[in-house]
């Protein structure tokens, strides 16, 4: 399993390694900023952490935002959005998809980013999921789950994260403004995948739905628990791969040596970790069990990009905080998850556990 995990991360060639940055610039008008910041050296690093302790204080604002005003749906050709280094075809049968569309409540430097957009799989009743891929997911990735859920009667809006498939700007192969070693950048945009998420939600209740869960895979669900932690309207939780801090993943994770080449030269573990405590669910069980939730965590035993112990430490937070969870382990890694039969096996756990948590 091991080998065939290490096959698949590293079938892709294209992984660039960026070198460090600060990025102090990306929290200017952040809670406790206020345009004052430090960009380099121990300045910096002090500034992010001390930021970061801020932030987690007062996550309330540093999650928050306005509502979009202009949610618009649109049907377009159904595209792949591929990021592999070799070609990856489009989908054989053409097909027409509806997608909603509407301006991100977080800004940034590129146009095609701040325009959100999610496909949309409606059903009748007043049940809806959001759906979050793995990072650097195709646009179709994802899709037949949604289909799963619609079988229940429940809708499926599956989203796209920050800087992936249509919102991934020109200049990129793959979507590394996402995760990557500028630190500020990567904090802004798991805060504008959690206000993505939440809009979301705004723009649900418009049609009609009344009761909202959310399943995120990966690099998803860290957004997808953050965000429920932080609106009280998520009470259906599956969590596809889960971990505890941001940083951890980043050091330690088979898929992203190449983000840890460009930082272990200038900062720790220990740094890393204080850097992203932000965007890291660990940070958040106190705010994550303010309201009734039902939760699902899945993690997989030969994961080598989500170590197994980052995912049964998740799991021993959820029995300390005596939340209403339960737990399913897939005898495979992080990557084969996606492969006959583990994707079968996943699928099942989750729409077993999305059917009976609405009910």
């Known amino acids: 399993m ?31 900023v206020n345009g004052n910041f430090a960009s380099e050296g121990t300045a910096a690093e002090k500034f992010f952490h001390e930021l970061n302790n801020h932030l987690v204080a007062h996550s309330d604002d540093f999650f928050a935002y306005r509502k979009p005003t202009d949610f618009r749906l649109e ?17 054989k049968k053409k097909e027409l998809g509806t997608f909603l569309r509407f301006t991100s409540p977080v800004h940034s430097p590129f146009p095609e980013n701040n325009l959100v957009n999610a496909r949309w799989f409606p059903a009748k009743g007043k049940r809806a999921m959001i759906v979050l891929p793995q990072w650097n997911a195709d646009a179709i990735s994802h899709n037949a789950l949604c289909n799963i859920f619609n079988w229940f009667g429940v809708a499926g809006l599956r989203l796209s994260m920050p800087y992936h498939d249509i919102r991934r700007p020109a200049e990129l192969e793959r979507a590394d403004y996402a995760v990557s070693a500028n630190i500020g950048r990567t904090l802004s945009a798991a805060r504008q995948g959690i206000a993505d998420i939440r809009a979301s939600i705004d723009w649900l209740e418009t049609q009609g739905y009344t009761e909202f869960g959310i399943l995120g895979t990966s690099l ?44 272990e030269d200038v900062i720790s573990l220990e740094s890393l970790r204080q850097s992203w405590l932000a965007i890291s669910p660990m ?7 303010r309201w009734p939730k039902k939760s699902l965590i899945v993690y997989a035993k030969y994961d080598l990009t ?12 959820f029995e300390r905080w005596d939340l209403n969870h339960r737990v399913a382990i897939l005898p495979c890694g992080h990557y084969t998850t996606g492969e006959t039969p583990y994707k079968f ?8 556990f999305v059917r009976s948590a609405f009910r």
């Open 220 to 263: 998803g669900s860290c957004y997808a628990f953050i965000a429920s932690a932080h609106d009280p309207r998520l009470k259906v939780n599956a969590f596809n791969h889960a971990s505890t801090y941001f940083g951890d993943v980043v050091w330690t994770g088979q898929s992203t040596r190449h983000i840890r080449t460009g930082i």
């Open 2 to 32: 091991y080998e065939w995990e290490t096959r698949l991360t590293t079938r892709d060639t294209n992984r660039v390694v960026r070198p460090f940055d600060w990025g102090a610039e990306w929290t200017t008008g952040w809670p406790g």
């Open 283 to 289: 940070a958040y069980f106190d705010k994550y069990a």
């Open 345 to 352: 096996m996943d699928a099942w756990h989750i729409g077993r």
């Open 75 to 91: 049907q377009r050709e159904v595209q792949r959005f591929g990021t592999g280094a070799s070609t990856q075809q489009e989908p």
């Open 306 to 317: 989500f170590l197994p112990q980052f995912s049964e430490q998740v799991v021993e937070e």
